[in-house]
T-cell receptor
Framework: GEDVEQSLFLSVREGDSSVINCTYT??????LYWYKQEPGAGLQLLTY?????DMKQDQRLTVLLNKKDKHLSLRIADTQTGDSAIYFC????????????FGSGTRLLVRP | DTEVTQTPKHLVMGMTNKKSLKCEQH?????MYWYKQKAKKPPELMFV???????INESVPSRFSPECPNSSLLNLHLHALQPEDSALYLC??????????????FGQGTRLTVV
Protein backbone atom coordinates (compact mmCIF):
# COMPACT_ATOMS: atom_id res chain seq x y z
CA GLY A 1 0.00 0.00 0.00
CA GLU A 2 0.92 3.65 -0.02
CA ASP A 3 3.53 4.82 2.44
CA VAL A 4 4.83 8.24 3.42
CA GLU A 5 8.02 8.61 5.44
CA GLN A 6 9.58 11.52 7.28
CA SER A 7 12.50 11.97 9.62
CA LEU A 8 11.32 12.30 13.21
CA PHE A 9 13.18 15.33 14.48
CA LEU A 10 14.89 18.51 13.29
CA SER A 11 16.54 21.19 15.40
CA VAL A 12 17.58 24.56 13.97
CA ARG A 13 18.70 27.92 15.29
CA GLU A 14 16.35 30.88 15.07
CA GLY A 15 16.92 32.79 11.84
CA ASP A 16 18.33 29.79 9.98
CA SER A 17 16.47 27.92 7.24
CA SER A 18 14.75 24.62 8.02
CA VAL A 19 14.33 21.85 5.49
CA ILE A 20 11.89 19.06 6.28
CA ASN A 21 11.98 16.06 3.96
CA CYS A 22 9.38 13.50 2.97
CA THR A 23 9.38 10.47 0.69
CA TYR A 24 6.37 8.63 -0.65
CA THR A 25 5.79 5.43 -2.55
CA UNK A 26 2.55 6.01 -4.45
CA UNK A 27 3.57 6.75 -8.02
CA UNK A 28 0.09 8.01 -8.84
CA UNK A 29 0.13 10.66 -6.09
CA UNK A 30 -1.77 13.64 -7.34
CA UNK A 31 -1.63 16.05 -4.43
CA LEU A 32 1.00 16.51 -1.76
CA TYR A 33 0.41 18.56 1.36
CA TRP A 34 2.22 20.02 4.31
CA TYR A 35 0.37 20.41 7.60
CA LYS A 36 1.58 22.02 10.85
CA GLN A 37 0.39 20.89 14.27
CA GLU A 38 1.18 22.79 17.43
CA PRO A 39 0.85 21.04 20.82
CA GLY A 40 -2.74 20.23 21.71
CA ALA A 41 -4.09 21.77 18.50
CA GLY A 42 -5.52 20.62 15.20
CA LEU A 43 -3.72 20.50 11.88
CA GLN A 44 -3.13 23.69 9.95
CA LEU A 45 -2.83 23.38 6.18
CA LEU A 46 0.37 25.22 5.25
CA THR A 47 0.61 24.57 1.55
CA TYR A 48 0.09 21.94 -1.11
CA UNK A 49 1.46 21.12 -4.52
CA UNK A 50 0.07 19.27 -7.50
CA UNK A 51 2.22 16.45 -8.80
CA UNK A 52 2.70 18.20 -12.16
CA UNK A 53 4.58 21.03 -10.42
CA ASP A 54 8.23 21.13 -9.35
CA MET A 55 8.14 24.01 -6.94
CA LYS A 56 5.76 26.26 -5.09
CA GLN A 57 6.68 29.31 -3.03
CA ASP A 58 4.47 31.05 -0.51
CA GLN A 59 6.14 33.77 1.57
CA ARG A 60 8.68 31.98 3.82
CA LEU A 61 7.67 28.53 2.60
CA THR A 62 9.12 26.77 -0.43
CA VAL A 63 7.95 23.33 -1.48
CA LEU A 64 10.13 21.28 -3.82
CA LEU A 65 8.88 18.12 -5.51
CA ASN A 66 11.14 15.59 -7.20
CA LYS A 67 8.61 13.27 -8.79
CA LYS A 68 11.25 10.91 -10.17
CA ASP A 69 12.66 10.25 -6.70
CA LYS A 70 9.24 10.66 -4.99
CA HIS A 71 10.77 13.22 -2.68
CA LEU A 72 9.03 16.27 -1.25
CA SER A 73 10.63 18.95 0.88
CA LEU A 74 9.44 21.98 2.80
CA ARG A 75 11.88 24.81 3.33
CA ILE A 76 11.09 27.44 5.94
CA ALA A 77 13.20 30.56 5.54
CA ASP A 78 14.19 32.67 8.57
CA THR A 79 12.80 30.11 10.99
CA GLN A 80 11.18 31.58 14.10
CA THR A 81 10.45 30.08 17.52
CA GLY A 82 6.77 30.14 16.58
CA ASP A 83 7.56 27.65 13.84
CA SER A 84 8.31 24.99 16.46
CA ALA A 85 5.69 22.30 15.86
CA ILE A 86 5.14 18.93 14.22
CA TYR A 87 5.03 19.03 10.43
CA PHE A 88 3.11 16.33 8.58
CA CYS A 89 3.59 15.51 4.95
CA UNK A 90 0.54 13.91 3.29
CA UNK A 91 -0.36 12.65 -0.13
CA UNK A 92 -3.56 11.71 -1.88
CA UNK A 93 -4.35 10.09 -5.18
CA UNK A 94 -7.18 8.60 -7.13
CA UNK A 95 -5.80 5.14 -6.35
CA UNK A 96 -6.37 5.75 -2.63
CA UNK A 97 -9.82 7.28 -3.21
CA UNK A 98 -8.23 10.64 -2.43
CA UNK A 99 -7.77 9.70 1.23
CA UNK A 100 -4.98 11.62 2.92
CA UNK A 101 -2.02 9.35 3.66
CA PHE A 102 0.06 11.00 6.36
CA GLY A 103 3.71 10.63 7.21
CA SER A 104 4.67 10.11 10.84
CA GLY A 105 5.45 13.79 11.32
CA THR A 106 8.68 15.72 11.87
CA ARG A 107 9.09 17.58 15.13
CA LEU A 108 10.81 20.91 14.45
CA LEU A 109 12.51 22.57 17.39
CA VAL A 110 13.71 26.13 16.89
CA ARG A 111 16.42 27.19 19.36
CA PRO A 112 16.71 30.87 20.29
CA ASP B 1 -13.46 32.01 6.62
CA THR B 2 -11.43 28.79 6.65
CA GLU B 3 -12.63 27.65 10.02
CA VAL B 4 -13.81 24.27 11.17
CA THR B 5 -15.27 24.48 14.67
CA GLN B 6 -15.35 21.51 17.01
CA THR B 7 -17.11 21.19 20.35
CA PRO B 8 -16.39 20.36 23.04
CA LYS B 9 -12.64 20.98 23.22
CA HIS B 10 -12.24 18.46 26.04
CA LEU B 11 -14.46 15.56 27.09
CA VAL B 12 -14.12 13.01 29.86
CA MET B 13 -16.61 10.15 29.76
CA GLY B 14 -17.16 6.85 31.48
CA MET B 15 -17.35 3.59 29.61
CA THR B 16 -21.14 3.43 30.02
CA ASN B 17 -21.80 7.00 28.94
CA LYS B 18 -23.26 8.25 25.67
CA LYS B 19 -21.82 11.49 24.33
CA SER B 20 -21.54 13.31 21.01
CA LEU B 21 -18.81 15.31 19.32
CA LYS B 22 -19.87 18.14 17.05
CA CYS B 23 -18.24 19.76 14.06
CA GLU B 24 -19.37 22.73 11.98
CA GLN B 25 -18.07 24.48 8.87
CA HIS B 26 -19.51 27.32 6.81
CA UNK B 27 -17.15 27.19 3.85
CA UNK B 28 -19.67 25.44 1.62
CA UNK B 29 -17.55 22.31 1.66
CA UNK B 30 -19.35 19.14 0.62
CA UNK B 31 -16.95 16.62 2.13
CA MET B 32 -16.45 16.17 5.87
CA TYR B 33 -14.19 13.80 7.76
CA TRP B 34 -13.55 12.33 11.18
CA TYR B 35 -9.98 11.45 12.16
CA LYS B 36 -8.58 9.92 15.32
CA GLN B 37 -5.10 10.91 16.51
CA LYS B 38 -3.19 9.16 19.27
CA ALA B 39 -0.26 10.85 20.96
CA LYS B 40 2.86 11.22 18.80
CA LYS B 41 1.09 9.61 15.81
CA PRO B 42 -0.38 10.98 12.59
CA PRO B 43 -4.16 11.27 12.23
CA GLU B 44 -6.01 8.12 11.16
CA LEU B 45 -9.06 8.43 8.96
CA MET B 46 -12.31 7.10 10.46
CA PHE B 47 -15.17 8.31 8.25
CA VAL B 48 -15.77 10.38 5.12
CA UNK B 49 -19.06 12.05 4.24
CA UNK B 50 -19.57 13.30 0.73
CA UNK B 51 -22.69 15.35 -0.04
CA UNK B 52 -24.10 14.29 3.34
CA UNK B 53 -23.77 10.60 2.57
CA UNK B 54 -21.30 8.27 4.23
CA UNK B 55 -18.80 7.31 1.55
CA ILE B 56 -15.95 5.77 3.56
CA ASN B 57 -15.97 3.88 6.86
CA GLU B 58 -12.47 2.69 7.70
CA SER B 59 -13.72 -0.38 9.59
CA VAL B 60 -14.46 1.69 12.67
CA PRO B 61 -16.13 -0.14 15.61
CA SER B 62 -19.86 0.43 15.90
CA ARG B 63 -19.43 2.19 19.25
CA PHE B 64 -18.55 5.19 17.03
CA SER B 65 -21.57 6.37 15.03
CA PRO B 66 -21.24 9.30 12.63
CA GLU B 67 -24.09 11.51 11.50
CA CYS B 68 -24.29 14.32 8.97
CA PRO B 69 -27.54 16.23 9.59
CA ASN B 70 -26.80 18.81 6.87
CA SER B 71 -23.97 20.04 4.71
CA SER B 72 -22.50 22.20 7.50
CA LEU B 73 -22.68 19.82 10.43
CA LEU B 74 -21.02 16.56 11.33
CA ASN B 75 -21.53 14.64 14.55
CA LEU B 76 -19.80 11.65 16.06
CA HIS B 77 -21.94 9.75 18.58
CA LEU B 78 -20.02 7.78 21.18
CA HIS B 79 -21.35 4.87 23.22
CA ALA B 80 -19.71 2.22 25.39
CA LEU B 81 -16.19 3.40 24.61
CA GLN B 82 -13.03 1.80 25.94
CA PRO B 83 -10.06 3.53 27.59
CA GLU B 84 -7.99 2.84 24.46
CA ASP B 85 -10.40 5.10 22.54
CA SER B 86 -8.93 8.07 24.39
CA ALA B 87 -7.41 10.32 21.73
CA LEU B 88 -7.70 13.62 19.92
CA TYR B 89 -10.65 13.48 17.52
CA LEU B 90 -10.27 15.77 14.55
CA CYS B 91 -12.91 16.91 12.13
CA UNK B 92 -11.96 18.17 8.69
CA UNK B 93 -13.72 19.44 5.58
CA UNK B 94 -12.86 19.95 1.93
CA UNK B 95 -14.67 21.21 -1.14
CA UNK B 96 -14.96 17.69 -2.43
CA UNK B 97 -13.70 14.24 -1.54
CA UNK B 98 -12.47 13.31 -5.01
CA UNK B 99 -10.49 14.95 -7.77
CA UNK B 100 -9.68 18.63 -7.46
CA UNK B 101 -10.09 20.71 -4.34
CA UNK B 102 -9.49 17.92 -1.87
CA UNK B 103 -7.26 20.01 0.41
CA UNK B 104 -8.68 19.48 3.86
CA UNK B 105 -9.09 22.06 6.61
CA PHE B 106 -9.01 20.72 10.15
CA GLY B 107 -10.68 21.79 13.35
CA GLN B 108 -8.83 22.13 16.65
CA GLY B 109 -10.02 18.74 17.80
CA THR B 110 -11.77 17.28 20.82
CA ARG B 111 -9.48 15.74 23.41
CA LEU B 112 -11.41 12.68 24.60
CA THR B 113 -10.55 10.76 27.76
CA VAL B 114 -12.43 7.55 28.53
CA VAL B 115 -12.27 6.50 32.18
Amino acid sequence: GEDVEQSLFLSVREGDSSVINCTYTDSSSTYLYWYKQEPGAGLQLLTYIFSNMDMKQDQRLTVLLNKKDKHLSLRIADTQTGDSAIYFCAESSMDSSYKLIFGSGTRLLVRP
Amino acid sequence: DTEVTQTPKHLVMGMTNKKSLKCEQHMGHRAMYWYKQKAKKPPELMFVYSYEKLSINESVPSRFSPECPNSSLLNLHLHALQPEDSALYLCASSQSSTGLNTEAFFGQGTRLTVV
